[in-house]
């Protein structure tokens, strides 16, 4: 189990627009509107959905927030790790599942020492990152991507956020190929000005080696 949050230093690395939106945003109630989703009949694990469509055994939810995609995930009994930036949300993920491993780092510098089936960014993460460090978390992400695995990232299109041809243009420098991209987790065809969209990146079984991490304890 990590840390305790106070006994974790602040890992740094947020966003102006991120700082923004938690001054905007009550974590409590952010957390309840999945609840609340779910008792209108609404799915609210749609990414859940979607990365399960791959059978991983492993996941790291990058940017887990508040836990509920990693939470749902372990649920159905995949080995799942959350890591994010924000000790007021990890601390609700803890609080929730504190069995689960939860990790407080920036994703620009985040090394694990291990690899998993599939890293999932969901919830906009990489357009939260600072625009300066946005190449680098990528490849911090994408370090961690399996051999035969995939990195799997839902953001908006919206002006000063990465466009697809960033996300594919990092990807590819870190050895990943585009393998799928959507308008929605469900899988809903890309249009022709899509607002939002779901891009799949394979690392190929072979002919491009790991970036190489630390060796897990």
């Known amino acids: ?53 791959y059978q991983p055994r492993s996941v790291l939810d990058a940017g887990c927030g508040t836990g509920r995609v990693a939470i749902e995930l372990a649920r159905r009994g995949v080995d799942v790790v959350g890591t994010d930036l924000d000790p007021d949300l990890l601390d609700q993920a803890r609080a929730k599942a504190p069995e689960l491993r939860w990790h407080l780092a920036d994703l620009a510098g985040l090394d694990l020492g291990r690899t998993f089936d599939v890293v999932v960014m969901a919830g906009n993460v990489l357009g939260f990152v600072d625009p300066a460090r946005r190449c680098d978390a990528v490849a911090s992400a994408a370090a961690h991507v399996a051999p035969g695995g995939r990195l799997i990232s839902g953001c908006q299109l919206r ?42 990146h394979l690392r190929p079984a072979r002919g491009w080696p790991t970036p190489p991490v630390s060796q897990a304890p």
């Open 1 to 53: 189990m990590s840390p305790e949050p106070s006994s974790v230093p602040d890992p740094g690395g947020r966003s102006e627009e991120w700082a923004d939106w938690r001054r905007r945003v009550d974590v409590g109630d952010y957390d309840e509107r999945w609840t609340r989703m779910a008792a209108a009949g609404q799915n609210p694990h749609g990414e859940a959905d979607r990365v399960c469509r």
């Open 159 to 200: 002006p000063g956020w990465p466009t697809l041809a960033d996300h594919d243009l990092w990807c590819g420098a870190a050895g990943l190929e585009l393998d799928e991209r959507f308008a929605t987790w469900d899988g809903q065809p890309l249009g022709p000005e899509p607002d939002y969209a779901v891009s799949v």
